[in-house]
């Protein structure tokens, strides 16, 4: 296991995947310090060659090809998993069994009970898993969540999202494994997971009945294209999602909004915009508008870091995990996050195939390649 009680050196790291979203990695870990880059691994090396020359300050950095070999060799304090989602199972419990950390890009797993496995490891191990799960790293959302769960706004009565990312054949056809429901699924599991994840969070409660319609409107793709689903929390709170990768490719929108007794608030991304509008009602009847005062608060307690995480949310991420392996506290978007958010979705697919409310979480396990057929 990797040795990280002695904080004065930094913390190993080897990524394993050099595709897309590593390069936002590579970039997080440049601006940390701390954190010191060992080793990248692909089975294409011209694609960790590419990425390691995007980033400054990597050109030393080693290769491999065999992600088994660059864990036994270096004992990294943290593997990054940036491969196509399913393979996060395999390596992620490979590198747990060697004794790393864990950044494990979204979704955690394929299916429920591979994702309760990685997470009762690292519950045996007490070795930590940051989630990417990007939106709860953002600025705000953090600060909100604290007020809502201490009651600020009052009863939560509902929440909805939507994630309208559109892409095009394009995207589909840059990599085998897009689209397809054993290695990815659709715009659910890959393009709204972590905005579910966020939105459940938010509202302080666990989904325990999921309701869903999921179709294929215009990409060429195995899975969903879009999906709509309806949750009912215990709190008694409903959760409505939309999730697409069908609209326009140039017109990116997430936005999350949370209903309380007394308070409203709506934030997300427009074309890479991001918008905010909080409201409470004041004891006099009267509405505020809460924005000004969230932003001053964030300033004041993560000072500009928690600014620049909007640009790069995986920059919150990795210091979110250094800080976790070092202090022995749970990162934000931790294994529990992740587990919880593969149940919920399985559970989604799991409704739309039976064409019934199912209950959460599942009892039975549930894959994504459980879906196999369903559009045809
Ligand atoms: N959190 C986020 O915001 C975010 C954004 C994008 C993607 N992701 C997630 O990141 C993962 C990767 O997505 P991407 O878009 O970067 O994919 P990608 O296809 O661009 O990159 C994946 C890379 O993994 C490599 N690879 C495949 N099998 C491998 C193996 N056995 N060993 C080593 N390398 C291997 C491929 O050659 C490729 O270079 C997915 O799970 C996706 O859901 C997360």
């Given at each position: 296991?990797?040795?990280?009680?002695?904080?004065?050196?930094?913390?190993?790291?080897?990524?394993?995947?050099?595709?897309?979203?590593?390069?936002?990695?590579?970039?997080?870990?440049?601006?940390?310090?701390?954190?010191?880059?060992?080793?990248?691994?692909?089975?294409?090396?011209?694609?960790?060659?590419?990425?390691?020359?995007?980033?400054?300050?990597?050109?030393?950095?080693?290769?491999?090809?065999?992600?088994?070999?660059?864990?036994?060799?270096?004992?990294?304090?943290?593997?990054?998993?940036?491969?196509?989602?399913?393979?996060?199972?395999?390596?992620?419990?490979?590198?747990?069994?060697?004794?790393?950390?864990?950044?494990?890009?979204?979704?955690?797993?394929?299916?429920?009970?591979?994702?309760?496995?990685?997470?009762?490891?690292?519950?045996?191990?007490?070795?930590?898993?940051?989630?990417?799960?990007?939106?709860?790293?953002?600025?705000?959302?953090?600060?909100?969540?604290?007020?809502?769960?201490?009651g600020k706004y009052g009863?939560?009565?509902?929440?909805?999202?939507?994630?309208?990312?559109?892409?095009?054949?394009?995207?589909?056809?840059?990599?085998?494994?897009?689209?397809?429901?054993?290695?990815?699924?659709?715009?659910?599991?890959?393009?709204?997971?972590?905005?579910?994840?966020?939105?459940?969070?938010?509202?302080?409660?666990?989904?325990?009945?999921?309701?869903?319609?999921?179709?294929?409107?215009?990409?060429?793709?195995?899975?969903?294209?879009?999906?709509?689903?309806?949750?009912?929390?215990?709190?008694?709170?409903?959760?409505?999602?939309?999730?697409?990768?069908?609209?326009?490719?140039?017109?990116?929108?997430?936005?999350?909004?949370?209903?309380?007794e007394n308070g409203?608030?709506?934030?997300?991304?427009?074309?890479?915009?991001?918008?905010?509008?909080?409201f409470t009602v004041k004891p006099n009847g009267k509405t505020k508008?809460l924005?000004?005062?969230?932003?001053?608060?964030?300033?004041?307690?993560?000072?500009?870091?928690?600014?620049?995480?909007?640009?790069?949310?995986?920059?919150?991420?990795?210091?979110?995990?250094?800080?976790?392996?070092?202090?022995?506290?749970?990162?934000?978007?931790?294994?529990?996050?992740?587990?919880?958010?593969?149940?919920?979705?399985?559970?989604?697919?799991?409704?739309?195939?039976?064409?019934?409310?199912?209950?959460?979480?599942?009892?039975?396990?549930?894959?994504?390649?459980?879906?196999?057929?369903?559009?045809?």
């Amino acid at each position: 296991m990797a040795d990280n009680t002695n904080q004065s050196s930094p913390l190993t790291v080897v990524l394993i995947g050099c595709g897309r979203v590593a390069e936002k990695h590579l970039k997080a870990i440049s601006k940390l310090k701390g954190l010191e880059l060992k080793a990248v691994v692909d089975v294409n090396p011209e694609s960790a060659k590419r990425l390691l020359g995007s980033v400054k300050g990597f050109a030393n950095v080693k290769i491999y090809n065999d992600y088994k070999l660059a864990i036994e060799e270096i004992k990294p304090s943290i593997v990054s998993v940036t491969v196509p989602s399913g393979l996060h199972f395999q390596i992620a419990k490979y590198a747990m069994e060697n004794g790393s950390n864990l950044l494990l890009e979204k979704p955690m797993t394929m299916s429920v009970s591979e994702a309760r496995e990685i997470f009762e490891l690292s519950q045996k191990t007490g070795l930590k898993i940051a989630m990417g799960h990007i939106y709860r790293y953002l600025p705000i959302v953090g600060l909100v969540r604290e007020d809502i769960a201490e009651g600020k706004y009052g009863k939560v009565t509902h929440g909805t999202i939507y994630v309208r990312w559109g892409h095009g054949e394009d995207y589909y056809s840059s990599a085998a494994w897009r689209g397809t429901w054993k290695s990815d699924g659709g715009a659910l599991m890959n393009q709204t997971i972590h905005a579910i994840d966020l939105l459940v969070w938010l509202m302080g409660s666990e989904p325990e009945q999921a309701s869903a319609m999921i179709a294929q409107r215009v990409r060429n793709i195995e899975a969903e294209d879009l999906g709509m689903a309806v949750l009912r929390l215990e709190n008694g709170a409903l959760a409505q999602i939309e999730g697409t990768t069908a609209t326009i490719p140039s017109k990116h929108t997430a936005e999350f909004s949370v209903f309380c007794e007394n308070g409203q608030l709506s934030m997300g991304l427009d074309s890479g915009k991001p918008h905010l509008n909080i409201f409470t009602v004041k004891p006099n009847g009267k509405t505020k508008k809460l924005n000004g005062y969230y932003i001053r608060k964030q300033l004041k307690e993560g000072g500009l870091f928690s600014y620049k995480c909007a640009l790069n949310p995986h920059l919150g991420i990795y210091k979110d995990l250094q800080d976790s392996i070092i202090s022995g506290k749970d990162p934000i978007a931790d294994a529990y996050a992740g587990f919880s958010s593969v149940d919920t979705l399985l559970g989604i697919y799991k409704s739309a195939k039976e064409g019934k409310p199912v209950s959460l979480p599942l009892e039975d396990d549930f894959n994504s390649v459980d879906m196999t057929g369903f559009f045809n």
